[in-house]
Each structure stands twice: as structure tokens, then as C-alpha cells.
């Protein structure tokens, strides 16, 4: 069977993206999309999405980790899928769809996607560190001289802990730059490595951020290794509101492959 594809990226983070509005592909099938995400004997990914057709939204977005299984909200994939669906001619310049933790809106200008994200209620502290779930768990941490640390053993060390080992977490090592301006490198569960861009870790950067009074900002600029994005939010007596991530993305290629 021939499958036909596009690659997209958003800020580094990239993707195989599927039109499977007829049902067609296994999604059960974990070895195949841990193949087709291998970087050496498939097409190579940080994920696979599905755009799978929905009765009550517009499409349902289906993400798979690199390693195969179901995953929960990845951002940087939600705003890829965004694009690809306005290509495919399921969307126009603003969409409603399903995900992993309900629905979400996305706009298009051009190649910048904006997401909206869902609330968020509960930050729980770790020491000086938080923990956080923006649609996928999140552990944030502030750390000086950032491009030399550790990302992947520091990383690896908290995703296996005691704490998150059963359902793991994707790590996030924070630099301070300004007040309303933060880098971070994201260790990604499920990637079980040091990803270029992370969209739900970016959102809970902000929000931590804001939370530690790192920031008075409620319009925050967040770096990765694969570009810059941004976190709008609004902030309630108990809950983040309003919350919504933009930044770039772009089509790779198409092409198709026999499996």
C-alpha cells in the first residue's frame, strides 16, 4: 500500500503529516510509525499526525510519538496541522478541531499559525521548579549558560524519576534573558531526547514564568534552538486563560512511500 505524505516543520520540531479522511491507515500499527519516523530508515520525524475526519469540528488530529505510540497535545504538530489542513482543502484560514485534550482553535496569516491552548489550573512546585500540564505534562526549570548544559542526561535524570518515571514528562531547562523574554531546551518523553522546539513546553515557560514572577508580562517571546515563539495568556484569581501560542511553520516536502 502507497501512502502519500508531507513533511511540515514548526520552529525545528517536524512532522509526518496524513490526510486519513477515508480511514485507511493503521493507526494501531506502532512498529510502521516508529519506522517511518526513524531518521534512518523511514522518512524520518518527531512525530506522526493524522488528520482523521470528525463530525463535530472540522478534523481530528491524531499525534503519535516518535517511538510509535499515541501521544498527548504537541503544539508545534497542532499549528503544522493546521497549515497542511488548509492545503488539503479542509480548512480555510481559521479552523476548530480535536485533539488529544479537546478542542482547539488555529488561525493562518500566511506561515505564522496561531493555537489556542486550553486553561490551565494547577502548577504544582517541585523545590524551585514547577510542574505543569499544557496539554502534555510539563517540568520547567531555571538553569544559567544554557546552550552548555546537559539538556540530555539532566533531562533523561528527571523524565526517569521516581516521580514521573510511570508516565513520564518532557523536561524544560529555562534561561532568563529579559523580562519578557526567555530561551529554553525541551527534553521530549516518547522522543527520549533534546527536540529543537517544543510548543506545549513553550507554553508552560510562559506561564511558569509568570507564575516564579520572572516576568509581569503576559505577552512573553520564548527562543528555541529551532526559532522563536509566542505565548499570549490572560491570568484569573485560580486559572492561565485565554492562552495562545503563534510562530512559523513551513511545508518540507510532499512525497509518498510504499509499506
Known amino acids: 500500500m502507497k501512502i502519500k505524505f508531507q513533511k511540515y516543520q514548526g520552529t525545528g520540531n517536524d512532522f509526518i503529516i496524513i490526510n486519513n479522511n477515508s480511514l485507511y491507515f493503521p493507526q494501531k500499527n506502532q512498529a510502521l510509525i516508529k519506522r517511518l519516523c526513524d531518521r534512518k530508515y523511514g522518512i524520518g520525524s518527531d512525530g506522526l499526525i493524522l488528520i482523521n475526519p470528525c463530525d463535530k469540528t472540522d478534523f481530528e488530529m491524531l499525534y503519535f510519538n516518535s517511538d510509535g505510540f499515541l501521544g498527548s497535545l504537541c503544539g508545534n504538530g497542532a499549528r503544522c496541522c493546521v497549515k497542511f489542513a488548509n492545503s488539503q482543502n479542509i ?5 476548530f478541531f480535536n485533539a488529544y485534550d479537546g478542542k482547539h482553535s488555529g488561525s493562518i496569516n500566511k506561515d505564522i499559525i496561531t493555537l489556542s491552548m486550553n486553561s490551565v489550573n494547577i502548577i504544582k512546585k517541585f523545590n524551585d521548579d514547577l510542574f505543569l500540564d499544557t496539554g502534555s505534562p510539563h517540568y520547567v526549570k531555571i538553569v544559567e549558560n544554557l546552550a552548555n548544559f546537559d539538556v540530555f542526561n539532566q533531562g533523561k535524570l528527571i523524565r526517569n524519576s521516581s516521580d ?15 523580562k519578557n523574554k526567555f530561551s529554553v531546551r525541551t527534553f521530549e518523553r516518547g522522543v527520549e531526547d533534546e527536540t529543537l522546539s517544543c510548543g506545549t513546553g513553550v507554553t508552560a ?24 515563539l509566542s505565548v499570549n495568556f490572560n491570568v484569573t484569581k485560580n486559572s ?13 516536502y510532499s512525497g509518498e512511500i510504499e509499506i
Do not use: C, P
Request: hydrophobic share 40%; net charge positive; no cysteine.
Open 91 to 95: 480548512i480555510n484560514d481559521n479552523t
Open 205 to 228: 515557560v510562559a506561564l511558569a514564568m509568570f507564575h516564579l514572577k520572572k516576568t509581569n508580562s503576559k505577552k512573553i517571546k520564548i527562543n528555541t534552538r529551532g526559532g522563536e
Open 240 to 252: 492561565y486563560t485565554d492562552i495562545y501560542l503563534t510562530g512559523h511553520v513551513e511545508m518540507i
Open 164 to 178: 514521573f518515571k510511570k508516565n513520564g514528562v518532557n523536561v524544560n531547562f529555562v534561561q532568563i534573558i529579559s
